[in-house]
């Protein structure tokens, strides 16, 4: 089966530690009230099918990128496609972060009834976990969007002392084919949609 994308970016520093390319998958059925991206909520509609392999050749001749992020939309909900992704990409010698609105125990749950649920934890480097709560903005740790959600450190690739998870978190405004896209820390760069899309 293909993946069904909805974003791709090649190269930001918004979305994890280094230079990496960024994929949002489309379709997600959590649906956090603040989510800044509802546009990728509905599933098979929206974005583009893309075979797992074909992104991960385009992924792994990108210059330049530690590694790739998986955001959305969610990416458990087509962990399949998405595990299949990133076992190619990690074998390139890249590393894995991947954004879920599950938590961790919720996923856990999830890998009794889908195999590519546990598929995906196992290429995983870095998972943030847990609903977006726009209530409570993170403002300490970098990438992520809110206070209630939890980095997991899965493989030797990082350590949470590092440094570079403690800094000020980013927005990125790009401006490709004059269409401009807003990434980055999810309070913020709501507010700065909502700014662009009023006047
Ligand atoms: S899990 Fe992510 S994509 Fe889904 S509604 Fe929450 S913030 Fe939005």
Redesign the pocket.
């Known amino acids: 089966m293909a993946l069904r994308i909805a974003q791709k970016i090649r190269d930001t520093e918004a979305e994890g530690p280094g230079v990496r390319f960024a994929v949002w998958v489309q379709g997600?059925?959590?649906?956090?009230p603040?989510?800044?991206?509802?546009e990728?909520?509905v599933h098979g509609k929206g974005g583009v099918e893309v075979e797992p392999a074909v992104l991960a050749a385009e992924i792994l001749a990108t210059p330049g990128i530690e590694g790739l992020s998986m955001?959305?939309?969610?990416p458990f909900e087509q962990a399949t496609d998405v595990a299949a992704l990133a076992r190619i990409v990690k074998a390139g010698g890249k590393t894995v972060m991947v954004?879920?609105?599950?938590t961790l125990d919720e996923l856990r749950e999830k890998t009794k009834t889908d195999p590519g649920v546990q598929a995906l934890l196992d290429t995983t480097d870095l998972l943030l976990d847990g609903?977006?709560d726009a209530t409570k903005p993170e403002k300490t740790r970098r990438w992520i969007?809110s206070t209630n959600q939890t980095l997991h450190f899965f493989t030797g690739a990082y350590r949470p002392d590092e440094a570079r998870f403690w800094t000020s978190n980013t927005v990125e405004l790009r401006l490709e084919n004059g269409l401009l896209t807003i990434n980055g820390w999810?309070a913020p760069a709501d507010v700065l949609r909502r700014f662009l899309r009023s006047s």
Request: charge should be positive.
């Open positions: 997600c059925t959590i649906r956090c603040g989510c800044c991206n509802p990728m909520f955001l959305g939309g969610e954004y879920s609105g599950y609903r977006y969007g999810p």
